[in-house]
């Protein structure tokens, strides 16, 4: 079982004429809907709210084959995100978190142990920045790490970071992950503009075993600490690009469990390494002809995996 910790909210998108759709999302919440309908056993691990949109939330994640029975609830309001989709389908957004639901994840409301089963733990993006939830993350990522695999997904949020603490906790929790799955923007956002490459060496002296870089429309990029493999993406015409970070990121870990090898001393061969992001590549360009955050099912993705 894979458990995903972090936010559920919903994403209010514009409809280009002044109007707003409220869409469920969140990339914890994105990811374990995603792990789910790609078969794989997930729980998710977070606060949810009892009003309407948190039902919503709630009842979606079971719909899809995910467990919610790590997850708390209460009775502040659904976390909200408005999202402004450009020309080309990338999505900026704007959060309403204050006194909202998934801040409000505390230790006292994590198990005092995983179950048995839990292989796996997926954590990052308003996880790591929004208190109380963050400190609570890095708490259970402290105390489980080397015992089961930890992926982690900055999926940075510069418009919402407004202290040092943020950068401090992903220092912190970067070299205690097996997997670091970033995009170029969050690499550039952590490491100053470095460089993805160099970034990824960075990481991989600390003690990461697998760092994944997505590079949009130009695919994907890989590195172990003896390979550096790039793939190309599938070409599709985008509607937008909402979860398709999410997806890439469940899609690996996917793959991962299908071939046994959800393991903190992961390591992988160079077919391994370039089936896996060719694998998590398909996932996300399905989700980008789509709108919102809308993950494909297992039925609708090559064999790549077995």
Excluded at 24 to 38: C, H, I, S, V
Aim: proline letters at 6%.
């Amino acid at each position: 079982m894979i458990v995903v910790c972090g936010e559920a909210l919903i994403d209010l998108i514009d409809n280009g004429d002044g109007t707003q759709r409220p869409t469920p999302g969140g990339g914890p919440f994105n990811t374990a809907r995603a792990l789910a309908r790609l078969g794989v056993p997930t729980a998710f691990l977070g606060r949810l709210s009892t009003d309407a949109l948190g039902r919503e939330l709630a009842d979606l994640l079971v719909a899809d084959g995910a467990s919610i029975s790590l997850a708390s609830c209460g009775p502040e309001p659904t976390t909200i995100a408005v999202a402004a989709v450009d020309g080309d389908g990338l999505a900026e957004y704007q959060f309403v978190v204050e006194g909202t639901s998934a801040p409000n994840l505390t230790s006292s409301m994590l198990p005092e142990s995983l179950p048995e089963e839990v292989d796996s733990i997926h954590l990052g993006s308003l996880g790591l920045a929004l208190e109380p939830m963050a400190s609570t993350l890095v708490e259970l990522v402290g105390r489980e790490s080397g015992r089961r695999l930890v992926m982690l997904d900055p999926n940075v949020r510069p418009g919402l970071i407004s202290d040092h603490e943020y950068r401090d906790r992903l220092e912190a929790v970067i070299p205690l992950s097996t997997i670091v799955k970033a995009s170029v923007a969050d690499l550039d956002w952590l490491y100053g503009g470095l460089g993805y490459e160099v970034a990824a060496e960075r990481m991989l002296d600390g003690g990461v075993r697998l760092v994944l870089v997505t590079l949009g429309a130009e695919g994907a990029f890989g590195a172990t600490a003896d390979l550096r493999i790039r793939v190309q993406a599938p070409r599709v015409e985008v509607v937008d690009t909402i979860g398709a970070g999410d997806v890439f990121g469940a899609a690996v870990l996917a793959r991962l469990y299908e071939s046994d090898r959800l393991r903190p001393e992961l390591k992988l061969d160079a077919d391994e390494l370039r089936t896996l992001l060719g694998f998590a590549c398909e996932a996300a360009a399905i989700v980008c002809k789509r709108v919102g955050a809308e993950p494909p099912w297992r039925s609708e993705l090559g064999a790549g995996a077995g």
